[in-house]
């Protein structure tokens, strides 16, 4: 397990990065994602630590604070030292009925990072994310809250997720201008049936030195090759899309994918999910990738993609079946560019 480190900072985090989205869900759409209970949680979670991943990723919001509980519990359980490992929880979405227990406002984000500490039962977070954007707050307003965190003590580095590139420079910029606590990350979906993010986000975070933290790598369990030629409701059993078809997919384009990710497979001898997960790994953009799972053997199967060599030729092909199409103005920059390199 390769340790990387989290953008311009000090803090090194390993490549595979356990998704807790799966810890205590019941009814309703939390429990479409997952069902885990501590017992199941524990095994994960020890699974993970045993493999060398010493970075865990929750959120608030992730059943209702139940995940942040589990967690926070099974680290206990399993006797973990406070400082081999790193956590990352999240805040934006709604914790209450009122329209203050929501968004990225100076109290909400104050306020929630003391319940997610209560429920974690962490004295501090490692990396505290803004989970996607508030537009109804000053991004000034955000940053400034989560300064005062970084300054008690409470949060150790700053990230973000789900934000536009324009979004996130700007970000930067004010943080940079009023001396604030910097960013470090940025949490995005990113798959080989999902690209859309080297348009504009990948090269941004490439010049900004900012980490890429990438969630949903085998998009929503399509990647694992379950899903191929499917509907939703046609889908195989246990699997997230067959409740929950989501992120979305082009399963024409996506189908194509899934044929080249197969013959590769087939000569590395390793599983289709294991092939994704192995591209993700190539990309230098990349920090980390999120696993999550519901059962050990899955969890197992993820982390088996550290061990697999994709070689110039898999990736030449990998990059041939899902390259994206050029789009304005980017193809304008490379032919305007191409002189000046």
């Known amino acids: 397990m390769r340790m990387r480190p989290l953008g311009q ?13 799966t810890f205590g869900g019941s009814e309703g759409f939390w429990g479409q994602i997952g069902r885990l209970g501590q017992d199941e949680a524990d095994g994960l979670v020890k699974t993970a630590l045993d493999a060398g991943i010493n970075f865990i990723d929750t959120a608030n919001v992730y059943a209702g604070g139940m995940s942040e509980r ?9 006797g973990v030292p406070r400082d081999e490992v790193v956590i990352a929880t999240k805040v934006l979405g709604p914790m209450g009925e009122g329209p203050n227990a929501r968004g990225a406002s100076r109290g909400h984000i104050l306020s929630q990072c003391k319940a997610s500490l209560a429920r974690l039962g962490l004295d501090h977070i490692d990396l505290y994310q803004i989970h996607g954007f508030d537009p109804a707050t000053p991004i000034s307003e955000t940053l400034e809250a989560l300064d005062t965190l970084v300054r008690h003590g409470h949060v150790r580095y700053l990230g973000l997720s789900n934000w536009a590139a324009w979004q996130v420079i700007k970000a930067v910029g004010i943080a940079e201008m009023r001396r604030l606590a910097p960013i470090v990350s940025l949490q995005a979906y990113y798959t080989l049936v999902g690209r859309d993010l080297e348009r504009e986000i990948a090269p941004m975070l490439a010049a900004e030195g900012i980490g890429l933290m990438v969630w949903s790598p085998l998009a929503g369990g399509y990647l694992s090759g379950k899903y191929d030629g499917k509907s939703p409701g046609e889908a195989a059993a246990d699997g997230r899309r067959d409740t929950f078809d989501f992120p979305p997919v082009d399963r024409v384009r996506g189908a194509g994918t899934l044929d080249a990710m197969r013959g590769i497979a087939g000569a590395e001898g390793c599983s289709v999910a294991q092939v994704a997960l192995a591209w993700l790994l190539n990309r230098d953009v990349v920090t980390s990738v999120i696993v999550g799972a519901k059962r050990v053997g899955q969890l197992q199967d993820n982390i088996g993609a550290t061990r697999v060599q994709l070689d110039a030729d898999d990736l030449a092909r990998l990059d041939a079946a899902t390259r994206l199409p050029p789009e304005y103005p980017g193809w304008m920059l490379e032919r305007q560019g191409a002189y000046r390199t």
Do not use: D, P, R
């Not at 803090?11 to 989205?21: A, H, I, K, Q």
């Open 70 to 78: 589990i967690l926070g519990q099974a680290l206990k359980n399993l």
């Open 9 to 21: 900072s000090g803090l090194f985090v390993s490549e595979l990065c356990l998704g807790t989205m």
